[in-house]
Structure formats: structure tokens, C-alpha cells
């Protein structure tokens, strides 16, 4: 029989968790809501504890940032975020103190991307991207079959945009005010037009053109950077009607016809395959990678 794996999907609005062997045998899913840490965490603990006799690992991915270099004192700690009392605080140590068993972690969007690299919309593929936009924007890249990292996990939500022309909203990023993350992400959008992405109704059709307007010019820097084959994208707010569609239109015009690549024009920017459960698909992989 096939190994069975426990993971965990730690967002910044709800947690999944579940078990399976692959992708296409995910069960037993719970969803959380991400409150305060101790209660968070205690949660996914005693969900994977219902079956912690099956297991032969654990795989987590969380939003970040993330401690990521396995011989830091602070290994697997979210460093410093926006969400209130989770800067400073283990997400790996809970899991390690309550089973005995190899622990595999990665930050949310690297796990998608191992996910969808698997068995998504990047299968067949040694070098694509994955964005997520959503509470927050972040990026996972691929490069020859293998996560991009260094120093830190790449942190894509944050480089530079220009204003639209139109748009005088200054950003809700508080390091940086109007980088991508603070201009395209569901709590911009909330901020900009006083209500959720989903209930936007009539002004809709702005907020998605201005989200690709935005999304467009990270995607450009990420192409000019990483130049890779693919850009998968999901979180809430690419659920909204005609998101892909405004990516694909402002990219061209943000490209200016350079270099000229016929792949990056329709089909290059898409919706996971996976859909709402690539993290977990990732967080599986890591828990495969993780035994020794």
C-alpha cells in the first residue's frame, strides 16, 4: 500500500488539513479558520491526531514569511507579518512535539507550486511560477525542476508597481504602501471600494481591470527575471469574472512586444488545476520529500 501523508495548508483567513497518497486521494479535509496561533495550531494538531497511526509523514505549508534555512535558531518561524500575534511565532514546533514523525515545510505558495508541478496546470514543466492572490499576494518560483531560494523564499507581492493613471489610492502594504501586494491583494481592493472582492457587484469591472493592471506589471518583472514557461495564479481575487483575461491584455501591452515570445500570449497566464487544493497537494509532496 501506498504511504499515507497528514498536511496542513496554515492561510491567513482559514487552515486545511487532511491526508492521502496523492493528489486524486486527498480526504478528510477540515477547515479552520486562522485566529489566534495556540488555538490554530491546537486544531490542525487534533485533526491529524484522529489518524496518526496511518502516517508515515507530515507536510506543512503557511503563509509567511517564513524561517526556511534548517540550521537557524528560528527554523520554522513566521518572521514578521501583518496579521496580528502570529509575527515570531513556531509553526513547525507544535507538529514535531506532537507526533514523531519527519516533517516536511515550505511557505504556502512554494507549496502550490510543487503541487501544480505535479500534477496541475505546470505539469510536464522545469520552470514556471505560482502566484497567489488573495489576503496578500506571495509567489512560488520553479526553476530546472527545483524551488527558487536563498537568503529567504522569493517575495514576489512586493516589488515595485507604477500608479494607474486613474488610481490615487496610495496602498495598504505598511512596509511599502503601493508595491504589488498593496495595490492588487483582496484587502486593497476592500480598502479602495469599501467592500469584500466578492460582493464588489457593479464596480466589478474596474477593480478587475485595475487588478490587472497591477498584476501585469509584476508578471513583466517576474518574465524579465525568471522568464519562466508558465504563470499559474489563484487565491480569491482570481476568482473574479474576466481576471485572466485583464492579465492577458494589460501583459501585452506591459511587454511592448519584447522579446516577442508567441508563448506568452494566450495560455500563458492560467488557473491552477489543482484548484483550492494545490497548497495541500504541495504540502503532501513535502511530506513525501521529508522521509529519510
Not at 485566529?35 to 486544531?43: C, F, I, V, W
Not at 467592500?195 to 464588489?200: D, F, G, I, V
Given at each position: 500500500m501506498a504511504p499515507m501523508y497528514g498536511f496542513v495548508e496554515l492561510g491567513g483567513t482559514k487552515s486545511l488539513v487532511g491526508f492521502g497518497t496523492?493528489?486524486?486521494?486527498?480526504?478528510?479535509?477540515?477547515?479552520?479558520?486562522?485566529?489566534?496561533?495556540?488555538?490554530?495550531?491546537?486544531?490542525?494538531?487534533?485533526?491529524?491526531?484522529?489518524r496518526a497511526n496511518e502516517l508515515s509523514a507530515l507536510g506543512i505549508v503557511s503563509f509567511g514569511p517564513l524561517e526556511l534555512r534548517p540550521g537557524h535558531e528560528r527554523y520554522g518561524e513566521?518572521?514578521?507579518?501583518?496579521?496580528?500575534?502570529?509575527?515570531?511565532?513556531?509553526?513547525?514546533?507544535?507538529?514535531?512535539?506532537?507526533?514523531?514523525?519527519?516533517?516536511?515545510?515550505?511557505?504556502?505558495?512554494n507549496g502550490a507550486a510543487l503541487g501544480e508541478g505535479r500534477w496541475g496546470a505546470a505539469k510536464g514543466l522545469e520552470n514556471f511560477v505560482y502566484l497567489t492572490v488573495g489576503t496578500g499576494i506571495g509567489g512560488g518560483a520553479v526553476s530546472h525542476g527545483a524551488l527558487v531560494s536563498g537568503l529567504g523564499h522569493p517575495e514576489m507581492g512586493h516589488v515595485v508597481v507604477s500608479p494607474h493613471p486613474d488610481d490615487s489610492f496610495e496602498g495598504v502594504c505598511p512596509f511599502h504602501g503601493g508595491c504589488l501586494e498593496g495595490m492588487a491583494s483582496g484587502p486593497?481592493?476592500?480598502?479602495r471600494f469599501g467592500?469584500?472582492?466578492?460582493?464588489?457587484g457593479a464596480e466589478a469591472g474596474r477593480a478587475v481591470d485595475l487588478v490587472g493592471f497591477y498584476l501585469?506589471?509584476?508578471?513583466?518583472?517576474?518574465?524579465?527575471?525568471?522568464?519562466?514557461?508558465?504563470?499559474?495564479?489563484?487565491?480569491?481575487v482570481a476568482k473574479l469574472p474576466g481576471f485572466f483575461e485583464s492579465i492577458q491584455t494589460h501583459l501585452k501591452y506591459q511587454m511592448g512586444g519584447y522579446p516577442g515570445h508567441e508563448e506568452h500570449d494566450a495560455g500563458f497566464v492560467v488557473a491552477p488545476g489543482l484548484g483550492e487544493m494545490s497548497g495541500l497537494a504541495g504540502a503532501?509532496?513535502?511530506?513525501?520529500q521529508s522521509v529519510v
Open positions: 496523492t493528489a486524486d486521494d486527498i480526504t478528510d479535509v477540515g477547515r479552520i479558520p486562522t485566529t489566534e496561533p495556540g488555538e490554530t495550531l491546537a486544531l490542525l494538531v487534533a485533526h491529524l491526531r484522529s513566521i518572521t514578521i507579518t501583518t496579521k496580528p500575534g502570529w509575527s515570531n511565532i513556531s509553526v513547525l514546533r507544535p507538529f514535531q512535539e506532537a507526533f514523531d514523525l519527519d516533517v516536511g515545510l515550505d511557505t504556502d505558495v486593497a481592493l476592500e480598502a467592500m469584500p472582492a466578492s460582493s464588489l501585469a506589471q509584476g508578471i513583466r518583472d517576474i518574465i524579465y527575471t525568471l522568464s519562466p514557461e508558465r504563470v499559474v495564479i489563484g487565491g480569491g503532501l509532496v513535502l511530506a513525501e
